[in-house]
């Protein structure tokens, strides 16, 4: 083993080591070489060098996604840790444990005119848990902050923030520790559950009830559960893509639903009680819907946070949707309705005219979502990126098996694959990443990797700019709107592909992307690129033509 001679980078590793915090992504640089020594230099760490800061820092997003514990990113001084916000934001918005530790100048040679040197204490202030400001000597003080944003990224599940700050020399080694820290066990947080009978007397007088359940860990919700809310009569359950929750009775294609509702259709579904679960929702439709037609009651079940997204948030119960479903439905009765049923109906009748257009439309982004979806491996893992790509997959039926996500934290397209490159390694699944080609090309970096699993395929469906622009309003074909909204390009990823070694495939109609996909989905001896090139000017008329043949 080899530690850094310098006290305070000891303390951080050890405490680290104690903790269980064994993932360790580095971005090389120098004056994080006492931390970058210490990791590596302990077999019991599992340690990645990325070199591209930002791309850091999603792949730890995506490690900690599933791994479900927290995952650290190290860096050295000055500009590089704000490379890290952009991932910060999105761990802070979808509550993924991230620990960002980044090496500082000594507080003397801040603002003096020192190379490589910002402002980096609680630089992240506004989208962190908490932020451990270290002084330079290690110490009790230190030890308690290192421990207290590491416990504080366990418990409340979010980005924290170490900053260390180091003298020079940076490289000298010693064989053992020289310091004895101290490790604090994180308290978890306790599970509050009032008095539910209030609750249940609204509940069993209400005959419209709404479950909306946005980004959401698969198997996190008993079966049990799942079955007895679907066989409510009063009960709908709609679900988004990243809610990983199925049932025959549940409605995942949200928008396919209400996008065609008249002023009466809106009314007939209003509900009296809104429960939602999750994180953010994709559905701007949905969103539009409640925020307009507001039900009596919203409750939202989740243990740490409650957004009122829809203006009417009554109750937030800090719980589980386990332990909440677990007390409040023995308390619960049948009510005569047929919310249900005439969901359901709707849901028959939608994907019967949903079949209709598809078979008479041309070759699209639409039909190339059509195609893929279907055929994914079961038992694989599939990422999604943000924009488009999320929006058409919300369209279709994905099997039960495939677990789904995507950055709804912020929503950025930024990151996308990078994030599917660290889900893919921590999971040790199967993964396939639908991207757009816009997303995709913001972060080509994520491909200098070191790291990709053999087994992970990118599927780019490239309509030579961000289409989802020209379903917007607004959208005019002039210069203008071309070179500053849609982004408009020429260009291909052949040539990346090579580069960093993934096999590339390409489709440029129905029939090649049909002949195609089955050997890319079998291709499992290195990374896969599959770009598929879809007409501009096709994609969204199509698209806005589907919701008007929905009735």
């Known amino acids: 083993m080899s530690y850094p001679k310098i006290p305070l980078a000891q303390s951080i590793i050890e405490i680290c080591k104690a903790k269980g915090l064994l993932d360790i992504i580095i971005s090389p640089g120098s004056r994080n070489a006492p931390l970058t020594i210490g990791f590596v230099g302990n077999k019991e760490f599992n340690c990645y060098s990325i070199a591209d800061e930002r791309c850091a820092a999603f792949m730890a997003v995506g490690m900690a996604q599933q791994l479900k514990r927290p995952v650290a990113v190290v860096c050295t001084s000055g500009s590089a840790l704000l490379n890290y916000y952009p991932a910060v934001a999105e761990a802070f918005y979808s509550q993924l444990p991230i620990v960002i530790i980044s090496a500082d100048r000594p507080t003397s040679k801040i603002d003096i005119g020192d190379g490589q040197t910002i402002r980096q204490r609680n630089v992240y202030a506004n989208h ?10 290690a110490s009790e003080a230190n030890d308690l902050e290192i421990n207290e944003a590491i416990n504080q990224a366990i418990v409340k599940k979010g980005p924290v923030h170490i900053n260390a700050p180091f003298e020079e020399p940076l490289y000298e080694t010693v064989e053992v520790a020289t310091v ?11 599970e509050q559950l009032p008095d539910l009978k209030p609750y249940t007397e609204q509940w069993n007088k209400a005959k419209k009830k709404l479950i909306l359940v946005g980004v959401n860990d698969p198997d996190s919700i008993d079966q049990a559960i799942i079955d007895r809310l679907a066989a409510d009569a009063s009960v709908v359950v709609m679900k988004e893509a990243t809610s990983n929750l199925h049932h025959p009775h549940f409605i995942g294609n949200i928008d396919t639903i209400i996008t065609p509702f008249s002023e009466d259709d809106f009314k007939a579904f209003q509900p009296e009680i809104l429960i939602t679960i999750g994180g953010m929702v994709v559905s701007k ?26 203006g009417s948030l009554t109750r937030h119960f800090e719980c589980t949707p386990n332990t909440f479903f677990n007390g409040f439905l023995p308390g619960t009765a049948a009510v005569a309705s047929d919310y249900l049923e005439n ?22 982004d639409f039909k190339v979502f059509e195609t893929i979806l279907p055929a994914l491996p079961q038992n694989s893992q599939l990422q999604i990126s943000n924009s488009s790509a999320i929006r058409y997959a919300q ?128 291709e499992n001896s290195q990374p896969v690129l599959f770009e598929i090139h879809t007409p501009t000017t096709v994609n969204d008329s199509v698209l806005l033509e589907y919701f008007k043949n929905l009735t």
């Open 128 to 137: 962190i848990l908490y932020s451990a400001n270290l002084t330079e000597e």
């Open 180 to 190: 004895t820290t101290q490790v604090l066990a994180p308290v978890p947080l306790p």
């Open 285 to 310: 439709r949905v969103k539009a819907f409640l925020r307009k037609y507001k039900p009596e009651a919203h409750w939202h079940i989740d243990t740490l946070r409650a957004y009122d997204t829809f």
């Open 343 to 364: 969901a359901v109906a709707l849901k028959a009748l939608r994907e019967v005219k949903h079949q209709e257009y598809s078979a008479r439309i041309p070759y699209s």
């Open 395 to 522: 369209l279709f039926a994905i099997d039960p098996s495939i677990e789904v996500f995507c950055n709804r934290g912020t929503s950025g397209i930024d990151g996308s694959t990078t994030t599917a490159i660290g889900a893919a390694v921590a999971s040790k699944k199967e993964n396939i990443l639908i991207t757009g080609d816009i997303s995709f090309f913001y972060d080509s970096n994520a491909l200098w990797n070191a790291y990709i699993p053999k087994n992970f395929k990118i599927i780019l469906i490239n309509n030579q700019g961000g289409g989802i622009f020209r379903i917007l309003p607004g959208h005019q074909e002039t210069e203008v709107f071309n070179t500053f909204f849609e982004t408009t390009h020429n260009f291909t990823a052949e040539q990346l592909a090579s580069m960093y070694h993934f096999k590339y495939y390409q489709a440029t109609d129905l029939e090649a992307l049909e002949t195609v996909l089955p050997d890319v989905l079998q």
